[in-house]
């Protein structure tokens, strides 16, 4: 454990009404609310499944499998556990010093803590955030990986970038410590140390767990794709029960679910639901027993680098942008494919003869309407709220 300079700003959640202030809208606390919104794929089972349940023996199998259900190689999972290994022994109450921190506990700025051993204000508090807006403790080991994930594939995509590129435990324990840890620790010793126990680890899990295993199919990838738009349904297990705010990406996480298909097919980065309701949810995005507010597309559009502006509900002026390649997020209240509820689309695509394509997150009724061909005066009559029609474009 020693005192580093760890980087970093965070992240959290968005998505299923809309609205610029809050509103009354009914909760989404039971099974009615999926009726009633056509919505078939939600499994109550994976309501407690945040981003996996972790599953393994210890500590160092559970980090080693939630990573490695992320989509990171055993390789690149055993270099971040070195390093985790050297920091806290595994040991997510762990205080710099050797002290072990109570559930209740505060990090202090300039203090280690955590398996990480999270050092300064600038990342604690949002480590602190997370755990109140998914009701974890600060020592829950998951709320500490699913926050080290946020890092690196939200706030910092290029460490994670880094981190995939090596292919030796060696050298993913010395790209994680140089991007993510920051410790004082020469190169040399980091990979005498780091390294060295990222080889052992290795070592001794490599004919037990292997790379692309997931215990609850986290693996990041669309639901399907359509044209080749990937179309992210909200109620895929994957990210079904993971938190945005209070509540779920399942039930409120239209919103978020809508910017990961713009952000992905804008940028050529896979961004999932996950990363835009982990982003959205701790800037501002979403709203208590409501879902997102209208300013989701700006949150979560400019911080992948996209243009967004607010635009009318003017047929010609969207059939414009959608042709020279940008893309409309949109909310309505009304039939399908909007919701009694509220519920976030994007308008993807204009055919040949001025009817739109959309992309839907509302389960596979939403992947059905991802099909379509829609009359834009159906949707604009139907439900749309002509006030919330947002222009993406790179």
């Known amino acids: 454990m020693i005192n580093k300079h760890l980087k970093i700003r965070a992240l959290l959640l968005s998505g299923l009404v809309i609205i610029s202030t809050p509103i009354s809208v009914m909760a989404y606390d039971n099974n009615p609310f999926y009726n009633s919104n056509d919505i078939l794929f939600y499994n109550s089972s994976d309501a407690n499944c945040i981003n996996g349940p ?22 690149q999972s055993a270099g971040i ?73 939200v706030d910092h995509p290029n460490w994670l970038s880094d981190l995939q590129k090596t292919t030796t435990p060696e050298s993913a324990a010395y790209i994680f410590h140089k991007d993510f840890e920051g ?21 001794n899990y490599k004919n037990n767990i292997s790379s692309g295993t997931s215990s ?52 050529g980065v ?13 800037n501002g995005s979403y709203v208590e027993g409501s879902g997102s507010s209208n300013t989701i597309a700006t949150i979560i559009g400019t911080h992948w680098g ?21 893309l ?21 695509a204009v055919t040949a003869t ?6 839907d997150s509302n389960s596979n009724k939403g992947i059905e309407n991802s099909k379509k061909e829609w009359n834009p005066a159906d949707l604009i009559t139907n439900g749309m709220n002509t006030d919330n029609v947002w222009a993406v474009t790179k």
């Open 216 to 267: 609850c199919a986290s693996n990041g990838q669309p639901s399907t794709y359509i044209n080749g738009f990937a179309i992210y349904n909200q109620n895929d297990p994957q990210w079904s029960g993971t938190a945005y705010g209070t509540s779920t990406i399942g039930r409120s996480g239209c919103g978020p679910s809508a910017m990961a298909m713009i952000v992905t097919a804008l940028t």
């Open 354 to 359: 001025d009817k739109w394509m959309i992309g």
């Open 54 to 75: 972790l599953v393994g023996n210890d500590n160092l199998e559970k980090i080693l499998r939630y990573y490695i259900g992320k989509g990171l190689t055993l390789q």
């Open 81 to 153: 556990a070195g390093n985790y290994q050297q920091e806290s022994s595994f040991d997510p109450k762990m205080i710099q010093g050797g002290t072990i921190a109570s559930d209740t506990y505060s990090p202090v700025d300039g203090v280690g803590f955590g398996i990480a051993q999270w050092t300064f204000t600038s990342r604690q508090s949002v480590l602190v955030n997370l755990a109140k807006s998914s009701n974890r403790k600060i020592t829950d080991l998951s709320l500490q990986l699913d926050f080290s994930w946020q890092e690196l594939s």
């Open 183 to 203: 410790s004082a620790d020469s190169e040399a010793t980091v990979r005498a140390v780091r390294g060295g126990n990222a080889i052992t680890i290795y070592n």
């Open 270 to 282: 896979k961004v999932t639901p996950v990363d835009t309701a982990t982003y959205g949810a701790a």
């Open 328 to 348: 409309i997020i949109t909310s309505g209240v009304g039939s399908a494919p909007f919701t009694s509820s509220g519920h976030f689309i994007v308008i993807r």
């Open 306 to 326: 996209l243009t967004v502006k607010k635009i009318g509900a003017d047929t010609a002026n969207i059939n414009t942008i959608l042709r020279s390649g940008g």
